[in-house]
């Protein structure tokens, strides 16, 4: 059974960068079953795709975050990860990792982590 | 990019059906997912490729895709169905994916 549990820093400082990991079991990241993809939703909103890593090297952004976006893999401790930079409080959010085989297959989700941005 | 529209909110009695709709231009030629998600839960998938549902999924979702609007349709609705709904696309023009704006499902 693939699992998928995020980790990282919830209070992060304006300006600087955000950065997550989400840890994959089950599977090997370094597999090309999977489009491991970061989601995330402000406090009361909807859900926003922020984009994904694919074949361990092959990504796709939102347009609206790409300039400030990093996805990428560590196949050593499989991982995969997110970098926000110069970030703001309307990057404050749950940010979620999840993981879909194909266009139509639907998103499995992990827990979700809080993110504040505050200085 | 390609937008999703969704209302805001449904009111269903218990044992009656709800259906929540998915609005886009010309939605009926993508595949549709549903998503459910409960106050603090991460959502889960409740439907895929327009109208099958995960194991684990009552028959009571069900899904349809035609035109400009997609439709969850939830069947003898119990109170646990409520919910926020969001539906999904993965437009291949821009390889891009797009969330609508989510549905508040209230049962009466």
Known sequence: ?119 | SYVLTQPPSVSVAPGQTARITCGGNNIGSKTVQWYQQKPGQAPVLVVYDDSDRPSGIPERFSGSNSGNTATLTISRVEAGDEADYYCQVWDSTSDHVVFGGGTKLTVL
């Open chain 1, 1 to 119: 059974q693939v699992q998928l549990q995020e980790s990282g820093p919830g209070l992060v400082k304006p300006s600087e960068t955000l950065s997550l990991t989400c840890t994959v079991s089950g599977v090997s990241v370094s597999s090309n079953t999977y489009y491991w993809t970061w989601i995330r939703q402000p406090p009361g909103k909807g859900l926003e795709w922020i984009g994904y890593v694919y074949d361990s090297g092959s990504t796709n952004y939102n347009p609206f975050l790409k300039s400030r976006v990093t996805i990428s893999v560590d196949t050593s401790k499989n991982q995969f990860s997110l970098k926000l930079s110069s970030v703001t409080a309307a990057d404050t959010a749950v940010y979620y990792c999840a993981r879909v085989e194909t266009y139509s297959s639907g998103y499995h989700w992990g827990q979700g982590t809080l993110v504040t941005v505050s200085s």
